[in-house]
């Protein structure tokens, strides 16, 4: 099993999980926050089509993570697996789309790849974030969430690979020229994590299995990826490697 960003941040977010191997491969994408020439292009870095996508995963219905998500389904003939609340919310746009809903807790086989929501605390309808297998190896994805509880913990503990929010550094969002109403809903309890809390979720986990951890979600006006990195050093082993998803390149295939 394998995973790449197309990019990852607040313009933007898109993630592309593989398993398999030759003509049982299966390939899904999860969330589609970019236009759809340039999820053509960056796909194409990668090595990959569209048409070759088994679906699209959504996480819920914020521009950067859904706004060419019913596009590139109709262009191509994709399902589309969301929340209820998700779908409500963004039912509008979804004429022509296969649409599918998905539970907390309720495994979905797709192809080669197994998939299990689970519930977050963020500012929209009916949020979800992923964890994917192969059935060996496991993939823990958590973009958008303003707080940990002990259903993320459970959900992402013991993965072999992990895509986790690194949102802000609390002080350069305080002294940041955001409004306050802002500055209050990114730092709330359904806002996106900063640094330290992201450190602390981290801390929290069975990291046994943990191979690579990827920091995703980084502000660009609010954070940097040195003092991202000064907080997962003070808690992953040197064995495990650590990388930053940018906005504009993401990141390439990576193994689990």
Same mark, same amino acid.
């Given at each position: 099993?394998?995973?790449?960003?197309?990019?990852?941040?607040?313009?933007?977010?898109?993630?592309?999980?593989?398993?398999?191997?030759?003509?049982?491969?299966?390939? $899904?994408? $999860?969330?589609?926050?970019?236009?759809?020439?340039?999820?053509?292009?960056?796909?194409?870095?990668?090595?990959?089509?569209?048409?070759?996508?088994?679906?699209?995963?959504?996480?819920?219905?914020?521009?950067?993570?859904?706004?060419?998500?019913?596009?590139?389904?109709?262009?191509?003939?994709?399902?589309?697996?969301?929340?209820?609340?998700?779908?409500?919310?963004?039912?509008?746009?979804?004429?022509?789309?296969?649409?599918?809903?998905?539970?907390?807790?309720?495994?979905?086989?797709?192809?080669?790849?197994?998939?299990?929501?689970?519930?977050?605390?963020?500012?929209?309808?009916?949020?979800?974030?992923?964890?994917?297998?192969?059935?060996?190896?496991?993939?823990?994805?958590?973009?958008?969430?303003?707080?940990?509880?002990?259903?993320?913990?459970?959900?992402?503990?013991?993965?072999?690979?992990?895509?986790?929010?690194?949102?802000?550094?609390?002080?350069?969002?305080?002294?940041?020229?955001?409004?306050?109403?802002?500055?209050?809903?990114?730092?709330?309890?359904?806002?996106?994590?900063?640094?330290?809390?992201?450190?602390?979720?981290?801390?929290?986990?069975?990291?046994?299995?943990?191979?690579?951890?990827?920091?995703?979600?980084?502000?660009?006006?609010?954070?940097?990826?040195?003092?991202?990195?000064?907080?997962?050093?003070?808690?992953?082993?040197?064995?495990?490697?650590?990388?930053?998803?940018?906005?504009?390149?993401?990141?390439?295939?990576?193994?689990?």
């Amino acid at each position: 099993m394998r995973f790449a960003s197309l990019g990852s941040g607040s313009e933007g977010n898109a993630l592309l999980i593989s398993a398999g191997a030759g003509s049982s491969s299966t390939h $899904l994408m $999860l969330d589609c926050g970019f236009v759809l020439r340039e999820v053509e292009k960056r796909m194409a870095r990668l090595q990959l089509n569209p048409s070759e996508l088994a679906g699209i995963l959504v996480t819920h219905e914020h521009s950067d993570h859904v706004g060419g998500v019913f596009k590139l389904a109709r262009r191509y003939q994709l399902p589309v697996w969301l929340s209820h609340g998700t779908w409500a919310a963004t039912r509008s746009h979804s004429d022509g789309v296969d649409v599918r809903i998905c539970r907390d807790g309720e495994a979905l086989a797709i192809g080669e790849l197994e998939i299990r929501p689970f519930t977050v605390p963020h500012d929209s309808r009916e949020p979800l974030q992923f964890v994917a297998s192969d059935g060996i190896r496991k993939l823990g994805v958590l973009t958008d969430i303003g707080q940990t509880t002990p259903h993320v913990r459970s959900a992402l503990s013991g993965c072999d690979a992990l895509l986790l929010e690194f949102n802000h550094d609390s002080e350069m969002l305080a002294n940041s020229a955001y409004p306050p109403f802002l500055k209050s809903r990114i730092a709330g309890p359904l806002g996106h994590l900063s640094n330290e809390h992201s450190a602390e979720l981290l801390s929290s986990l069975d990291r046994s299995k943990l191979k690579r951890l990827v920091a995703a979600h980084l502000s660009q006006k609010n954070n940097s990826p040195e003092l991202v990195r000064l907080e997962i050093d003070k808690i992953v082993d040197k064995d495990v490697e650590v990388l930053i998803a940018g906005q504009d390149q993401g990141f390439d295939w990576l193994d689990c």
